[in-house]
């Protein structure tokens, strides 16, 4: 059975699109057609950001509302998303091969999100009020910043559309919101949940297309801020058109983090195993977050080679729908064969491969599957240790001292994630406290809603999650008094 859809969301109702042209949806663990949605076009965009620009103008609309109006909104929002949860993770797990148990985590967030924001917005007080230095007093004021654009991956997302619409929504923005071509039909239950929600007209868009329509909707005459999460290369194209046109934008982008292994952590997979997992290999290795690179200390890296062998071998690779997988195919053939051209970059610049290799895993005849692969007996500079791959393939490097795994940490283009393992408190913070990254964790690894989540360097410019999320989303002005 397949799932297709004919029209868009468009200005919060369904509209028919200008053109036939569609996007063919297949499931990465068994490449069969489950589902089909329109492709919106230029004219599509235009229409959605029309809607957005005139909802946010309206003197009495949307962006004016009392925000705990809006937080009732993004209540309800959440109350939708969560009736239609299961639905979502399948359509997720089905399309990009999220295993099924862990889009249950992955994808749980966008109610946590819209209440989080809905709360931090119900208290934030719109006007500050500050004793002025030369004027009698400063009024600072927080106003929505406007028509956002905002631009999805197809790795993690409902939970990467939440981190945009519900800051945004919160501060009383509209917001347009482009798909990745991968993931489209899950995108169709959130706009199914928005107008479930009552969203509305003009606050919530949706239009699936690839990257052209991206680059379109960014340059738009009619957004005034755009949020990125991508890759790399998508989010340097982003800046380049926003930086010639001064408009906002935020940029998630990709990671090639550090999980660091200190000579005293606990490497017992009893008790650890599911943490090391989830920091190092969730969602097939595609997360931009995941710690890549394991770190190792010289005197224990045989028993860092062989936990994480034990890991990978150990994990069930399969339908990405199964209960059981843990390990589910890559989101699409292109990517399969680029996380390919990497195992074999890897073995052939001489690192040895633990675990795994290219070739199908043992029993999977279809769907994008490749082999976890663990590469052990190289350094720092090898392809595989600098460049995001984006599948499940991990690299152990071996360090000396506490020093030396920090600067090895810190060389790389990239400051997203990253994980320190250790059993002494005091210890794994001063290693965390001195790897340039957005975010770290200690003795595991999951962003949580309450801290700015971003990267630095070629990770990315500004913060989604925590009341910095919100502030992505809201202009300031002062009003000096002098009477
Ligand atoms: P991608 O850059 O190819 O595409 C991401 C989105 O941007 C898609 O919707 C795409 O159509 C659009 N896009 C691409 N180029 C564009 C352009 N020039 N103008 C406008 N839109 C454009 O990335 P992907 O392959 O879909 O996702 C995987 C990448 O995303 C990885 O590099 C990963 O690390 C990164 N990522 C980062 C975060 C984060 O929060 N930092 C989270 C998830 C994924």
Redesign the pocket.
């Known amino acids: 059975m397949t799932t297709d859809h004919t029209q868009l969301l468009i200005g919060g109702g369904w509209t028919a699109p200008a053109t036939n042209n569609r996007i063919t949806v297949r499931s990465a663990s068994t490449e069969e057609i489950i589902g089909s949605v329109p492709e919106a076009s230029t004219t599509d965009v235009d229409a959605a950001v029309a809607s957005a620009r005139r909802a946010f103008d309206d003197p009495n609309g949307w962006s004016t509302w009392d925000p705990a109006r809006r937080a009732e909104v993004l209540d309800r929002l959440a109350e939708e998303y969560e009736k239609r949860a299961e639905q979502i993770y399948a359509a997720v797990s089905a399309q990009n091969g999220m295993p099924i148990a862990i889009a249950r985590q992955l994808e749980s967030f966008p109610p946590l999100l819209f209440r989080y924001y809905a709360d931090l917005i119900r208290k934030q007080q719109v006007e500050e009020v500050r004793d002025g230095i030369l004027a009698s007093t400063v009024t600072v004021r927080r106003s929505p910043i406007g028509v956002v654009a905002a ?6 997302p409902q939970t ?1 559309t939440a ?1 945009k619409v519900g800051p945004g929504l919160a501060a009383g923005c509209t917001i347009v919101i ?5 993931t489209v039909l899950d995108a169709y239950l959130l706009a199914d949940a928005a107008v479930a929600a009552g969203v509305p007209e003009g606050v919530i868009s949706i239009i699936p ?10 340059s738009h005459p009619g957004i005034d801020k ?1 949020a ?8 340097r ?2 800046a380049q ?1 926003c930086a010639s046109l001064l408009r906002p934008v935020s ?5 090639k983090s550090a999980a660091i292994v200190l000579d005293d952590a606990d490497l017992d997979l009893a008790k650890v195993g599911q943490s090391l997992f989830a920091a190092t290999l969730a969602n097939n290795g ?4 995941l710690g890549t690179r394991v770190l190792a200390p010289r005197n224990r890296y045989e028993e860092v080679v062989d936990a994480f062998a034990a890991l990978m071998s150990g994990a069930l690779v399969g339908d990405s729908l199964d209960e059981s997988t843990l390990i589910g195919p890559m ?1 699409s053939s292109v ?1 399969r064969d680029r996380v390919h051209g990497y195992i074999e970059r890897g073995a052939a610049d001489g690192a040895r491969v633990v675990v795994g290799g290219t070739g199908r895993p043992d029993g999977l005849d279809r769907g994008w599957f490749v082999r976890p692969t663990l590469f052990a007996d190289l350094d720092n500079n090898a392809a595989v240790a600098r460049e ?1 791959i ?1 599948g499940p393939v991990l690299s152990v490097i071996p360090y000396g001292n506490d020093a030396e795994a920090i600067a090895i940490a810190n060389d790389s283009d990239y400051g ?1 994630g990253g994980s320190v393992w250790s059993t002494d408190p005091e210890r794994a913070t001063t290693v965390a406290n001195a790897v340039q990254t957005g975010t770290i964790g200690i003795n595991g690894y999951l962003p949580d809603p309450q801290g700015p ?3 630095v360097k070629a ?2 410019i500004g913060r ?1 999650f925590g009341p910095e999320g919100l502030a992505a989303y809201q202009a300031l002005k002062s009003v000096y008094r002098f009477d």
């Open positions: 631009i999805i991956p197809w790795n993690v990467l981190t482009k798909p990745s071509p991968e297309g690839g990257r052209e329509l991206g680059a379109y909707l960014v755009v990125f999460t991508g890759s790399t290369a998508g989010g194209a982003v058109a940029l998630e982008l990709g990671g595609q997360v931009c977050f989101a990517q995001e984006f997203l989540f971003g990267g990770s990315g989604e």
